[in-house]
């Protein structure tokens, strides 16, 4: 009996958090090297599906004009961002 509480308080939070992976959207620049690969090396670890994954092009200089944001990221992402979604991942370049 022991055994069985022991892998449910191991499993069981494991099982809860296997299907927050189609919560999250990973937001990634392709015009960054270091956002692509940031991207995709949270992508895999933790199991985000293809789909879940917006890309954006945009400069990576740290600033750009407010009608390039709304153009270049905060629609693309608010089109990502499907009903479902609870998470925005935002990676280095965006």
């Known amino acids: 009996m ?3 509480k022991l892998l449910l308080v191991i499993i069981f939070p494991l099982l809860l958090a296997a299907g927050e992976n189609n919560k999250v959207l ?3 620049n392709d ?9 995709a090396y ?17 400069s990576d200089a740290g ?7 709304v153009s270049q990221i905060a629609i693309p992402v608010r089109n990502a961002a499907k ?3 609870q998470y925005i991942v935002m990676t280095y370049g965006t």
């Open 63 to 69: 600033s750009i004009e407010y009608k390039d944001y």
């Open 31 to 39: 015009n960054s090297p270091e956002s692509l690969e940031v991207g």
């Open 83 to 85: 009903s479902g979604i």
């Open 2 to 4: 022991k055994f069985v």
């Open 26 to 28: 990973i937001v990634v």
């Open 42 to 58: 949270y992508a895999k670890k933790r199991n985000i599906p293809e789909s879940n994954i917006c890309r954006i092009k945009t």
